[in-house]
């Protein structure tokens, strides 16, 4: 399961073998992919479950920093724009800009949302294969 209290801000993602190739790379042998083909009697798939957490939980990471600076723009603009509030085009600018900010966290809330989603839904489907080729019966 994936935890939300994460330490600090990260505005990109990290990939697990430093390049977006690696990754891929990674991820095939890690699923016993080979030419193309799946060979589940090679595939490490407790190695398997634990990158597909690391990758949604990274990403989650990344979605969350976004959302709370997205935040905190979002009122720093909108005090500004009350502050400026004798002068109606800097006002209004303002006051939409934090508007937008707003908007752009709601956003990233709902993405934060279907990730948890996507990564429940990938570590169920994959519960079945690991009872039946390691006998391990995870817990969810």
């Known amino acids: 399961?994936?935890?939300?209290?994460?330490?600090?801000?990260?505005?990109?993602?990290?990939?697990?073998?430093?390049?977006?190739?690696?990754?891929?790379?990674?991820?095939?042998?890690?699923?016993?992919?080979?030419?193309?083909?799946?060979?589940?009697?090679?595939?490490?798939?407790?190695?398997?479950?634990?990158?597909?957490?690391?990758?949604?939980?990274?990403?989650?990471?990344?979605?969350l920093s976004w959302k709370k600076i997205a935040m905190i723009v979002g009122y720093v603009l909108l005090g500004l724009g009350v502050l400026f509030i004798k002068f109606p085009i800097i006002f209004f600018s303002l006051i939409v800009l934090s508007l937008g900010s707003i908007i752009t966290h709601f956003y990233l809330k709902n993405r934060v949302r279907v990730y948890y989603g996507s990564c429940d839904m990938s570590i169920a489907i994959l519960a079945p294969f690991i009872k039946k080729y390691t006998g391990l019966v995870l817990e969810w």
């Open 1 to 63: 399961m994936i935890s939300d209290t994460f330490i600090g801000y990260k505005f990109t993602r990290t990939y697990i073998g430093g390049t977006a190739k690696n990754e891929n790379d990674i991820f095939a042998k890690v699923q016993g992919i080979e030419n193309g083909s799946i060979n589940y009697e090679k595939a490490d798939l407790l190695e398997y479950r634990r990158m597909i957490i690391h990758y949604h939980s990274d990403i989650i990471h990344v979605l």
